[in-house]
């Protein structure tokens, strides 16, 4: 027996979902503030407000949850499609994947480097994420070395 949420649980539901300070961003800035970084939180001055900013290094990281920004879309759609309300949750992943693009494409060219991480990756491999991030910030450093 599936459980079917009444209108009004399920705008409750709904109404939880923040846009910030959401646990996976939290746990990531913990561990980077505790390995000494600095960074900038929901950064207006860039387009997509990422999540995290390394000023510093011109590093913006998005942590983004697997369901809206349609993580294994191919996979995800099929599914979608056989489901309730499926028209609207494709049209509204599929705008979000765009926008995702969008974003990146215009920091990419206004010099700065992007990293996007999955919400579960974030929670079970926090460390390996903060390898990623030393990793672009080392990679910056020496491009920096190079000009």
Not at 85 to 102: A, T, V
Request: glycine share 6%; net charge positive; with cysteine.
């Amino acid at each position: 027996m599936t459980d079917v949420l009444t209108p009004e649980q399920r705008r409750r539901n709904m109404q939880n979902i923040h846009s910030k300070d959401t646990a996976i961003e939290v746990q990531l800035r913990k561990a980077l503030w505790n390995k000494g970084y600095r960074y900038r939180k929901n950064y207006k001055n860039l387009p997509g407000k990422p999540d995290i900013v390394l000023t510093k290094y011109k590093i913006a990281i998005f942590c983004d949850g697997e369901f809206f920004h349609g993580k294994d879309w191919e996979v995800l759609k099929p599914r979608l499609e056989k489901g309730k309300n499926g028209d609207f949750w494709i049209s509204k992943i599929s705008k979000n994947r765009k926008h995702d693009d969008e974003v990146n494409k215009k920091l990419l060219f206004m010099g700065w480097t992007v990293i996007r991480f999955w919400g579960n990756d974030i929670k079970k491999y926090t460390n390996e994420c903060i390898k990623v991030i030393e990793e672009t910030i080392f990679e910056v450093k020496m491009a920096e070395e190079i000009l």
